[in-house]
């Protein structure tokens, strides 16, 4: 089966963006997906690899993060299915 493709744009506190996409990086196991999701918002920086360097970007540098598709495995406490 093919892994879906996510867009994430960072949004900087200067008024920049950096898109990037890649494969969703979840696992078969929901409850262990939630928990990585968890540990991700409680970091305080993003790190990817990108074309073989690695990325790493401090939240206070960030306003916020989107992704698209969302993870389905979301923890507790995440509102669903809101509209902008």
Not at 4 to 13: A, L, R, Y
Not at 16 to 34: E, M, V, Y
Not at 39 to 61: Q, R
Request: proline share 10%; hydrophobic share 45%; net charge negative.
């Amino acid at each position: 089966m093919e892994k879906i493709e996510v867009s994430m744009v960072v949004h900087f506190t200067d008024g920049t963006k950096l898109p990037l996409s890649f494969p969703r990086q979840a696992g078969d196991d929901p409850i262990i997906n939630a928990a990585d999701i968890r540990n991700a918002i409680e970091s305080d920086k993003i790190v990817a690899e990108v074309d073989g360097n690695l990325i790493i970007i401090p939240f206070h540098n960030i306003t916020y993060v989107s992704l698209s598709p969302a993870p389905p495995e979301l923890p507790k406490g995440i509102i669903r299915n809101a509209k902008l």
